[in-house]
């Protein structure tokens, strides 16, 4: 035994997303998601986003894990694993197939009381993330998604509808999953529903319009804030949070210069959107990035009053690496490093190229309870890895539990620091698709399901090593971490 101790009631549990496991892409009703025209790839070669299906082409999303028809037998896994909470998002398209409806799909409303009412059965707090890397692809195609305001009437509409059926059964939720990733050209679509070309192309090489995925992330903030507003409306016992990507960074050297472009970097990436959702207005910094980026944002009469009105409550991130920032132009960036910057000569990097750096994760949890004085989640973390099953039988994945378990002490650490650190979810508890290389093989989970790159397997779940060994974790408040 060690001397961690988490606080009391501390929420261990697990995250995933509706697009990256639940397949059923076109049963109850569903309509069709971005995240449903996006192509399976691998680390070396991009998913495509083709707006038209084509016959024979693999996309992850359709069947992905078929959580949609096992939800039961998953939940009773978490539940054993003795989850306290668990994060999960609701795919708009279920709920409003075109987005633009005026009433609700019952049958997708149905689908998620079910499983609110699963978790409730074992006492698993649900976290529910309203929006996650997917918006109706109908949007995309009628407005370009979120660059238009009128997304911000159909969010809400979604959000009346969720806030309202699950009232009494849910206390947090998310507005939107890692809003920040659309400060980079990758998050346009990904997160925004964003195609300025409607055409087939490289998910890494999308034709990029910085002025579209900025006016739509004030779109964004502006839903948010509202979203806030609605929900303690309709329940005063309602928590709504912001999520983030923290993408640690550091300066490559002590070089005053490295370290300014570090500063801007932070700036951008990883304070801004969590300052307008926080704080509840724009920083002044943004406005000189605007500025010499010539993006010009369209507010309308009122817009600062609702951001200012609707702080979020509590602050969630993920956190899977960071990387280091230089001035100097012939530094090549991370291999890999889907975040940018440079590489850290201290830290190795997993198989994906994503750099494992814990301590990271203490400086940056300092970092956010100085800024915000906000209760905070980590709401992602893990080692996406290869894994194999033994002859045994048994998936024996040391490599994962280390990297939790290196995680989980600088939690800890932060903890003692002072930081009002709420509850875990490490991210793809159980294998999913990988949202940005769309395989199988990057795995996360405790549980491996049977399912691979060429859509084979009977999706059959299997116990990893993990599994056990988070049981234990969480049945010791983090106390035995061995
Ligand atoms: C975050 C997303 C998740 C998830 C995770 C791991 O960015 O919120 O949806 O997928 O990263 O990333 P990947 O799946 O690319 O390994």
New binding site residues.
Partial sequence: MSNIKFPENFLWGGAT?AN?FEGGYREGGKGLSTSDVMTGGTHTTARRITPELEEGTYYPSHEAIDFYHRYKEDIALFAEMGFKMYRFSIAWTRIFPNGDEETPNEEGLKFYEELIDECRKYNIEPLITIS??EVPFNLTKKWNAWADRRMIDCYLNFCKAIFTRYKGKVKYWLTF??IN?ATTAMGAFLSQGILNEIKTMNFMEQVDNPQNRFQGLHHQFVASALAVKMAHEIDPNYQVGCMQ?MATSYGLTCDPQDQIVNQERNHLMNWFCSDVQCRGAYPNYIKRYFKENTINIVMEDGDEDILKEGPVDFYTC?Y?MSNCQTADKSKEAGLGNILGGVPNPYLKASD?GWQIDPIGLRYSLNEIWDRYQKPIFVV?NGL?AYDKIDEDGKVRDDYRIDYLRSHIEQMHEAVLDGVDLRGYTP??CIDLV????GEMA?R?GFIFVERYDDGTGDFSRRRKESFYWYQKVIKTNGEDLK
């Fill in positions: 997303a990256q996650h890397y999953n890692e990733s990507i993920s899977y994906w992602e996406g991210w793809g990988s949202a940005s290389t990057k996360y």
